[in-house]
């Protein structure tokens, strides 16, 4: 990876259903996949915008976008391709099927490698977490792998020093925003407030409509080990899924049938019940 | 070089620190990491401590349940960075082989457990809420909420090591600490140069401080049925009243009613207080994982349907703004006559 | 900026008249852009549910071999006649409904749009979703030669655009080929659900044997509160659509909110068990341009055409539309063609899109129902009074009450007259004979 050639920005995507749209089928207790539209991982989407936006600042240079993914996962690439992506890879393959946050790591780590071997890579951007799995691993575990610098929760990316291999990267933390100095490449885990994503223009809809993504198989071009894989390279596995059961709830009263008193009463007495009535304004803040 | 029998189960817990402080979810997996101790016969509770100049946070660890700890204390390990912390506790995991190893699910855990668990090769859950040992085959049980919080998923790990998860703060209870309980502090020794670290941080930009709802023992929440931000005052008023803070559902946030900081739910805080009031909030599943650890819920709600009822310990079906203000002047009057803390 | 966006023909939006439009013309050769608004074609389209099948066999004769996601044929159909307490069922079921491709089927516009929509795109149509066209182009003398859309550098040119828009007719308002916005006496509203129900529970409640049977009900009187609309309820593959639809203006005076009528509809005590236990996993209203044959649109411009809803091309009787709009964008489609053809792209060379339809059944069913809502609008009682009546007829007819049949036929007679008088229904009979007969 060095400073002669243009930026070159890896970004990490995940097409996800739209939690907002799930549901769950009462009577077997499973997820009516069915009917919930896919979309990019919003966090990702983010982090394509951010690609875009750190090439446009720089006058130049290449974002490649890849997913590991069902075939159906193009549509996702394509997405990215309007907003701004000039490469898209799908890598897929049922033997990857299964795979836990280890096992795509590995995939990802790996075919980033290869990337970089074609055009070295500078910068790798992943989302913060993928809302299906909420697990926010991916990118640390590939960072690991590739045994390059990991900021995570990125927020701004201040300075970005192609020649000297050096960046400035903001990222939030619980006491507020940590700025950081890092050498490139550095792989970032990022938050919306990234970049924000801007409405793609329609030339740009018009070439993603007619691109077709490169797909990438568990062993063309790249062999990845079968071991590392798929359930193979999956240490974790799924024992059981269940809907969460719901805490019972106690007695609904009324205003309209008991009065306004006899419910205070109640209100009251339950209020006793959680001990509380002897605590100090102001406990929780912890200063 | 190690010498102890690799066959003790050890569960591990990462002590986070920063700035001399722990954070709270520490002592929480202590707590977990006991109960599951129980579970699994000859299993030791052990806590992994990192930082610079921190020896002295190790008796805390102690009253919360670890007969050890485990101490790196190294200049690099000053601030929190990803590098040196997830090459320093690999280097441990690697020469002690603990069995399970729990990590807080905060900015700081979730950036360094992914780390961990690639370097050592293992599987890690993450964001769990619950544990649990398997009985038939004495391994982790770690479940998680996915897909928005609308499925409960039990993880295994059955033959990696360690079993690796990260829990969220407040869904696992605080244990009481023993106040003079003692254990062994083990130093390992760590070798690495500031010059080998590849971020450095320039400086860090305090943002203002932040309502911390999650410790909060009393939480009067406001959702969209309140109506406005000027009905929060309201909120505010009874929460003031019980010694509580003000909260919200994700609706109010958006709306810009309420700073994030206060939302309680799946994209927000988890709390467990003593009290929860529910006002105007329709209770959604993405609400309710993050408040039904509550020990008393009171809901409010004009709609008799609402979904909070069904884990309402009271539900009032009323208006809000008839009801709260009556609740307000019950508990100042109470207050004034005979308690007298207020 | 260099060069424009330029292609042979440009298509708004990717319903049925859009898409059969694009088709038409890729397959004779044309670069053609389809540009829709919503996230997939059929992202929000919506509609009763009954697809006649012979339109879709003109623009594509090979659709059958290409899986077209239908639910299920339809073998069985009729009509209810609800009172607030009972219905009287004119249910007609044929052997020969019994063969595939069948004429009608039950279809999900969120599944069926998108399978046709990929056919012009296999067909080399470029498809390009998620975006709005905001405003037609027109050159110095007012021909229209691209459109505009919401999208940064968002302007596309042709010689040709062929708006198939739907029902909020913006664009054809722009290419002034109609006045206004349709007023709220010619368009109906309607809503619909879509119900989950297991494909076994299904149909054992609606008596079919299996996945290769459906059936397809228009409901009138209670449905609607005795006011002129209809109610429908159509078997999906595991699930029911069901709805209600009426005029604007019906709702407007009488105060009604739609939600509540289909709400009241659902818990109607003959229409509810056969709900009982589905969940409602899909929710929308739409609107039906009912504005008839008399208040079409002109129906081409220079450089411009309008094909299916935003034409009005709607035969509401019979609950028809995507068999027009198809029909309509293949004519429009082929018209482009020889357009291209001709290199003339004239509202004069362009009139021949009309001629054309005028022999199909598009335009000829349109000019034949052409009274139609005025018809029903003029009329109520044909939805409220009639059907109860029925109703009470046949109770009084099937119950033995123990009193002579000749005591009871008069006192459905005098039942009639109370509610209304002879030369009335006469009156009645005559305007509805002239109605269908156009
Ligand atoms: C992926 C995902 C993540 C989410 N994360 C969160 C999250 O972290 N936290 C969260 O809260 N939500 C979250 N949501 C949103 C959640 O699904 C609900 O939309 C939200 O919780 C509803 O908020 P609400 O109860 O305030 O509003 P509503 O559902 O609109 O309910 C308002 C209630 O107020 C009642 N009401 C109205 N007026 C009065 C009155 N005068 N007195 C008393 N009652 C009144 C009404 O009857 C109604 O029940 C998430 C959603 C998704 C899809
Ligand atoms: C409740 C209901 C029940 C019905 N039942 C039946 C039935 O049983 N059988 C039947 O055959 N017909 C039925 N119809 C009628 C039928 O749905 C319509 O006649 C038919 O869909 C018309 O097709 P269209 O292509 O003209 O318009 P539409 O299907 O409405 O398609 C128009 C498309 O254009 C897009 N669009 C609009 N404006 C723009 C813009 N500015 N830029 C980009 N894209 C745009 C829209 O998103 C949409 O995809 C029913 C209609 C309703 C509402
Ligand atoms: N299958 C995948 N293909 C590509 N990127 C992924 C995949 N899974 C996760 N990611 C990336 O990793 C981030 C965090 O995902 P997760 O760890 O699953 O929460 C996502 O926002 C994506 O950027």
Redesign the interface.
Known sequence: MNGDNPMHAVVAIKQVPDTSNVRIDPETGTLIREGVPAIVNPYDIHAVEAAVQLKERLGGGKVTVITMGPPKAAEALLECVEQGADRAILITDRKFGGADTLATSYVLARAIEVINAELPVDIIFFGKQAIDGDTAQVGPGVATRLNIPLITYAVAIEEFDLAARRAVVHRRVEQGIEVLETTLPVLLTVEKEIAPVRHAPLPRLIAAARYKPEVWTATAPVPFDPQQIGLKGSPTVVGKAYTPSPRSGGEVISVAALGLDAVVARAMAVIEQAHVRNLQPGTGVVS | MNAEQPTIPRIWVFVEQ??HQVHPVSWELLGAAKRLSADLPGSVVEAVLLGHQVADLAPQAFQYGASRVYLIDHPVLEIYR??PY?VAVSQLVTEYRPEIFLIGA???G??????I???V???????CTELSI?PANHIL?ATR????????????????RPQMATVRPRVLPMPEPVPDATGEVVHVPFDMREEDV??????????E?Q???E????IVAGGRGVGGPEGFALLQELA?A????VAASRPVVDAGWMDASRQVGQTGKTVR???YIAAGISGA?QH??GM?GA??I?AINTD?NAPI???????????LY??IP??IR??KG??YDG?A?? | MTGRLTFDAIVVGAGPAGVAAALTMARGGLNVIIIERGRFAGAKNLFGGVFYTHALADVLPDYWERKPPFERPVTEQGYWMLSPDSVIRVMHKSERYQKEPADAYTVLRARFDPWFAEQAVAAGALLITRTTVTQLLKDERGRVIGVDTDRPEGKVYAPVVIIAEGVNNLLTQQAGLIASDLPPKYVALAVKQYINLPAKELQARFGLSGPREGVAIDVFGDATLGLPGTGFIYTDQSGISIGVGMLLDEFVTHRLRPYEVLERFKNHPVVRPYLEGGEVREYGAHLIPEMGYDRMPKLAGDGVMVAGDAAGMVDALHREGTNLAITAGKIAGETALAAHQAGDFSAAFLSRYRQSLEGTFVLQDMKQYRRMTDFLESSPQFMGTYVNLLNEAALRYFTAHGIPKRTMEHEILKMVRERRSFTGVAWDMLKLMRAMRG
């Open positions: 920063q700035e990803n590098m997830a905060t900015t700081l979730r950036d360094l457990a992914g780390s668990a690639t370097r090769g293992t599987g890690l859950t993450a964001d398997d049980a909420p996915t897909f928005g919080g609308n499925l409960m998923a039990t993880i295994l790990c059955r033959r990696h590849p971020v450095k941080r320039l400086r860090l930009i305090r943002a401080e309502p911390n709802i410790y909060a023992d009393v003031d019980l010694g509580g803070m207080p003593k009290l599943v309710r994982v039904s020990d008393v009171l008799p009822f069904q884990i309402a310990t009271l539900g009032i079906v009323g208006d008839e009801v009556a609740l019950e508990v109470q207050s308690q803390h207020l």
